[in-house]
């Protein structure tokens, strides 16, 4: 893996990180987890295994340092790690098709989904839950599902223009 790819991948995930951290929690200590749009814009543009691990480990090292679900911190690793390996392989799946808002869109809502099914999952096992995991579910998950999907096309149609006009290429 290059230098340089991983340079981007540690910006994305910074910008992912203070937006994480601005936002409140809510329900159960619960937040919405902006740091996954940028979890996913880093495994859109760049599509090596090197890179899915990396992007897991950091994002889910970001994401349980600034967790305010109670024990949410080792249920945040594994999220990511779930999330990004399972996300890998499905780009990969399609990379014959072309990305567009849509398409990504689509990618994030179901990452979204994984990532919050496997957190809800993981801390259930490992510290138990404040609220019903449907609750969690119905009220944090989904409308973060909607979010996501939304903003992540936003943000990746950006972040590639913006790697297009600075004349960055992702090898």
Do not use: W
């Amino acid at each position: 893996m290059k230098f340089k790819n991983n340079i981007i991948t540690a910006l994305l995930l910074t910008i992912g990180f203070i937006l994480h951290q601005i936002t409140p929690g809510i329900l159960g200590g619960m937040k919405f987890d902006f740091l996954l749009s940028f979890i996913f814009i880093s495994l859109l543009i760049n599509r090596t295994f090197n890179n899915a691990i990396l992007t897991a480990l950091l994002g889910g090292i970001l994401s349980a340092m600034t967790t305010t679900f109670p024990g949410g911190q080792l249920p945040n690793i594994i999220d990511k790690l779930v999330t990004c390996l399972i996300l890998f392989v499905i780009i990969n799946s399609i990379k014959n098709l072309k990305l567009n808002s849509i398409v990504v869109s689509i990618l994030s809502g179901l990452g979204t989904f994984i990532s919050g099914t496997t957190f809800l999952l993981s801390a259930l096992l490992i510290t138990g839950l404040p609220i019903p995991f449907a609750t969690l579910m119905l009220t944090v998950v989904l409308p973060t599902i909607f979010i996501n999907g939304l903003g992540t096309a936003f943000l990746y149609e950006i972040i590639k223009r913006a790697l297009k006009i600075s004349g960055v290429t992702i090898s």
